[in-house]
Nanobody, 127 residues
Framework: QVQLVESGGDSVQVGGSLRLTCAAS????????MGWFRQAPGKERERVAA???????SYTDPVKGRFTISQDSSKKTLYLQMNSLRPEDTAMYYC?????????????????????WGQGTQVTISS
């Protein structure tokens, strides 16, 4: 049974930093992608960043230069380092796992590419 468990969400002030973690277990993909998504109240879920089995990464424009996605594949753990946080970064953040690849010059894979999702961790940025 595949499980994804996010942690690290918190309430911080504008300009602060947070590191989100997603612990994955139970999957056997050799070629996989993992991604971070977020959803703010009243808004649709949106892509944030993705990484694949060869450490190729991709980001959406709102987070480029501020967020960094990484993984420890030996521990099946995904990370999202978030710096220079803004009020518009406030959202529930979800990690996801799929059998896709990432192209650095293109946006991260969309939600339909992912098969498994975590329950989310809340990030709140206050001014």
């Amino acid at each position: 049974q595949v499980q994804l468990v996010e942690s690290g969400g918190d309430s911080v002030q504008v300009g602060g930093s947070l590191r989100l973690t997603c612990a994955a277990s139970g999957y056997t993909y050799s070629r996989y992608c993992m991604g971070w998504f977020r959803q703010a109240p009243g808004k649709e879920r949106e892509r944030v960043a993705a990484i694949d089995y060869e450490d190729r990464t991709s980001y959406t424009d709102p987070v480029k230069g501020r967020f960094t996605i990484s993984q420890d594949s030996s521990k099946k753990t995904l990370y999202l380092q978030m710096n220079s946080l803004r009020p518009e970064d406030t959202a529930m953040y979800y990690c996801a796992l799929g059998a896709c690849t990432v192209v650095a010059s293109r946006p991260p894979p969309s939600a339909v590419e992912y098969h498994y999702w975590g329950q989310g961790t809340q990030v709140t940025i206050s001014s």
